[in-house]
């Protein structure tokens, strides 16, 4: 099946700090990503619909200069925590699309704590 | 708009016992229905899919089957084992387009 990583698993940075979560789709193209978060023992909730060539789509609610998200070619797209606050320590899950199916694989998952 | 509803949990059961977790969705037209299972500390994995009414997604022993007259598509597993142990999402979505989730059930199986 189709491969999506994420680097790093997992990262502790000081609050005020910017962290960069990488997602790449190892073995297929994917023109969009999702970028989702999800809290402990919750569902996921989306954040943001990532676009190869154009900027992203923010869910509402979400802070879009907080969560910066750059799509920079058809394999990679990076998710930016930006200025970190304890608040945003959090799991934070990407997926892609194969193909033009409906069909999404998941990365593996990178758990950021902000102390 | 899409929803789905998931069977709540925590759900624990013995070893080789029957599994059945509900799900039912609202959507408009024919979404593809998913079951994705997450282990300890990991991202989703895909269980099965089913594309349109009347499919039965199967992997791994478990099985679901997409009833559009219910609007359901519920897992089941004749024998679970301890390594069945995880969180289970029911999810709907059409091509390219966001994943709708179920709040996830979480399984217990103890020896």
């Known amino acids: 099946g189709a491969v999506v990583s994420q680097h790093p698993s997992r990262v502790i940075c000081k609050s005020g700090t910017s962290v960069k979560i990488e997602c790449r789709s190892l073995?297929?193209?994917?023109?969009?990503m999702f970028w989702y978060r999800q809290f402990p023992k919750q569902s996921l909730m989306l954040m943001a619909t990532?676009?190869?060539?154009?900027?992203?789509?923010?869910e509402q609610g979400v802070e879009k200069d907080k969560f910066l998200i750059n799509h920079a070619s058809l394999t990679l797209s990076t998710l930016t925590v930006t200025s970190a606050h304890p608040e945003d320590s959090s799991f934070y899950i990407c997926?892609?699309?194969?193909?033009?199916?409906?069909?999404?694989?998941f990365g593996p998952g990178t758990r950021l704590t902000v102390l | 708009g899409n929803s789905v509803t998931q069977m709540e949990g925590p759900v624990t059961l013995s070893e080789e016992a029957f599994l059945t977790i509900n799900c039912t969705y609202t959507?408009?037209?024919?979404?593809?229905l998913f079951w994705y299972v997450q282990y300890p500390g990991e991202g989703l994995q895909l269980l099965l899919k089913?594309?349109?009414?009347?499919d039965k997604g199967s992997n791994k022993g478990f099985e679901a089957t997409y009833r559009k007259e219910t609007t359901s598509f519920h897992l089941e597993k004749g024998s679970v084992q301890v390594s069945d142990s995880a969180v289970y999402f029911c999810?709907?979505?059409?091509?390219?387009?966001?994943?709708?989730f179920g709040t996830g059930t979480r399984l217990t199986i103890i020896p």
């Open positions: 990532s676009n190869e060539g154009s900027k992203a789509t923010y």
């Open positions: 073995d297929f193209q994917a023109t969009t």
């Open positions: 089913a594309t349109k009414a009347d």
């Open positions: 997926s892609a699309p194969l193909g033009s199916t409906d069909t999404q694989y």
């Open positions: 959507a408009t037209g024919y979404p593809s």
């Open positions: 999810a709907l979505s059409r091509a390219n387009e966001k994943l709708t």
